[in-house]
């Protein structure tokens, strides 16, 4: 029997992949979705107990569907929203499987190469073939970092989840975004000896559209400032990570050198585009600074190689609602392709002995 093509097949199951799987649903696509990690590993990655930045309606896969306990749901409960849209929608999500590789086999036939485990730590690979591909990965496959001495020692970490192991440990939280002076927060209030090293221009920055940190962020992290728990270094760049210390040069070309436990690196991160490249998407500079994005069609979000369509916190579209609202656009335009190209009417022969 012929091995049947997918319709679609769609990377990542983030919002933007859920978003996405539930729309080819509706359309009667044929589709699967293939995750590396878990459903929303993204969300995930927050810190534990982490509250969204995020309203209710900007969140949601569905109107009135996520209820959280207070005004905005915690990253648990978040997590338990997208999970039960899997299992009560019964969408086609595999979790624990890396796309390793694709090729292009005819003008409308990917096939797709994936790696996993079995419960058993087993290797195992799968082969898959889709007509249209989706790319829905997050932009955090790659953290940025440092490059100075000592960055890979092991007190160092690019990700941060809990601050309870570094009660009364000298910390540094480096970086300027809210997930920086969250982390910071978080380490203080829990007892952290904590300092945050922050560039001048996003501490003075004030502007949400320009990037500047939550009020509801700022408030709390000024709070623990003045009552002398947290300690704002304006820095010019971190010069050297040692085992007791952080040697840095402040804005003023002040050189410090403070005690430190545990360095937190806070600075951003990436979407891996090694597999949209391979295939020969074109990629640029994207709105924030220092990202690189996919080119696509801003009507179709489809990029320069046909079939293959980008959606998701790795586009310029880098907030949850885009991220759930695209799909729902997207695929039906996906399915009108494979409608126009008579796929629909030839999907029973494939299945013919």
Do not use: C
Request: aromatic share 8%; glycine share 8%; proline share 5%.
């Amino acid at each position: 029997m012929k091995t049947p093509s997918l319709d679609l097949l769609i990377i990542g199951a983030g919002p933007a992949g859920l978003s996405a799987a539930d729309a080819a649903a509706r359309e009667g696509l044929s589709y699967v979705v293939i995750e590396k990690g878990t459903i929303a590993n993204t969300i995930r990655g927050y810190p534990v107990g982490r509250t969204l930045f995020s309203t209710t309606n900007e969140l949601e896969m569905r109107e009135g569907a996520l209820k959280p306990v207070r005004e905005k749901p915690t990253r648990e409960e978040l997590l338990s929203h997208y999970v039960h849209f899997v299992l009560d929608h019964g969408l086609l999500i595999n979790a624990g499987e890396e796309v390793v590789d694709i090729e292009r086999a005819e003008p409308d036939q990917f096939v797709v190469h994936t790696k996993s485990q079995d419960v058993i730590g087993r290797a195992a690979s799968a082969t898959y073939h889709a007509r249209r591909l989706l790319f829905a990965i997050g932009a955090m496959d790659h953290p940025r970092r440092l490059n100075v001495p000592g960055e890979d020692l092991p007190k160092v970490h690019h990700r941060f989840v809990d601050p309870y192991p570094y009660v009364r440990k000298e910390a540094l939280v480096v970086g300027g975004g809210n997930s920086a002076a969250e982390a910071a927060l978080f380490l203080s209030e829990e007892g952290a000896r904590t300092t945050m090293a922050i560039w001048r221009s996003d501490w003075e920055n004030r502007d949400p559209k320009a990037g500047a940190m939550k009020h509801w962020v700022r408030s709390p992290l000024e709070r623990e400032i003045t009552e002398g728990r947290l300690r704002v270094v304006l820095y010019e760049q971190v010069d050297e990570i040692t085992e007791r210390e952080v040697a840095l040069t402040t804005d003023a070309g002040e050189k410090l050198r403070i005690p430190n436990d545990v360095v937190f690196v806070l600075v951003g991160s990436d979407a891996d585009l090694t597999l949209l490249r391979r295939l020969g998407v074109k990629t640029e500079a994207g709105r924030a600074a220092f990202t690189e994005v996919p080119v696509y069609k801003p009507e179709t979000f489809e990029t320069n190689v046909a079939g293959i369509y980008v959606a998701g916190h790795f586009t310029n579209a880098r907030h949850i609602k885009p991220a759930i609202d695209v799909p729902r656009k997207v695929v039906p335009l996906i399915a009108q392709s494979l409608r126009a190209a008579g796929y629909f009417d030839k999907r029973r022969s494939e299945y013919r002995l």
